[in-house]
């Protein structure tokens, strides 16, 4: 079942945020049952919201390549993350702004 995920990492800046997101390659290779990536700020906490595939994908992209992503770059905060059961997910065309 598709899942939406809400991804708080608290006082990740974009500077580090950029780093992480290169050291894992989110935007050279798609994760497997990545579907969507969004983010932004409230103060210092870096929010993500994603739709995945499921659960299950979700941890294998946070096992494989984010946390030893986050290792690599220094940035050794816990991510908080809440699921909610997607009733939809729309996806027009594939855009990366920046």
């Not at 983010?39 to 992209?61: C, I, M, R, Y």
């Not at 030893?68 to 594939?94: D, K, R, S, Y």
Request: glycine residues 10%; negative net charge; hydrophobic residues 45%.
């Amino acid at each position: 079942m598709a899942v939406i995920a809400h991804v708080v990492l608290p006082g990740v800046n974009p500077t580090q945020y950029d780093a992480v997101r290169a050291a894992c390659g989110w935007l050279d290779r798609t994760p497997v049952g990545g579907l969507a990536h969004l983010t932004w700020w409230v103060g210092p906490d870096n929010h993500n919201l994603d739709a995945w595939e499921s659960e299950e994908a979700f941890g294998a992209f946070g096992q494989d390549r984010l946390g030893p992503a986050m290792a690599q770059v220094g940035v050794n905060v816990e991510p908080q993350v809440t699921f909610h059961p997607a009733h939809e997910v729309f996806l027009p065309n594939a855009v990366t702004i920046k």
